[in-house]
């Protein structure tokens, strides 16, 4: 069973940073799409960003692009999400996703995984 634990979350000041990690366990972490989403308080989950089992592919959603990095570690089994210049918009349980597709296209809208989230929420 694969399993997708998050951490990282907290509350941070507007313009801040944060960096959230998900690791992985249970499966083949290298073959996996990984994605990172978000859920605001009475919103929809939306896609925030993913990336390919090679790290050749990235996509973000255009309300985190140019603020948002992500990235993974294929040795260590974990992908990580770069936060910067961090708004109240931005408060949200931030939960990791994986496929074994492999790529970003299915891991963006339908992936097999998920993690259970972690909390971040920015103050202005």
């Known amino acids: 069973q694969v399993q997708l634990v998050e951490s990282g979350g907290r509350l941070v000041q507007a313009g801040g940073s944060l960096n959230l990690s998900c690791a992985v366990s249970?499966?083949?972490?290298?073959?996996?799409?990984m994605a990172w989403f978000r859920q605001a308080r009475e919103k929809d989950r939306e896609f925030v960003a993913a990336?390919?089992?090679?790290?050749?592919?990235?996509n973000y959603a255009d309300s985190v692009k140019g603020r948002f990095t992500i990235s993974r570690d294929n040795a260590k089994n974990t992908m990580s999400l770069q936060m910067n210049m961090l708004t109240p918009e931005d408060t949200a349980v931030y939960s990791c996703?994986?496929?074994?597709?492999?790529?970003?296209?299915?891991?963006?809208?339908?992936?097999?995984?998920w993690g259970q989230g972690t909390q971040v929420t920015v103050s202005s």
């Open positions: 996703a994986a496929d074994p597709s492999g790529g970003t296209l299915i891991v963006s809208s339908n992936p097999s995984w």
């Open positions: 249970g499966g083949t972490f290298r073959n996996y799409g």
């Open positions: 990336i390919s089992r090679s790290t050749l592919f990235t």
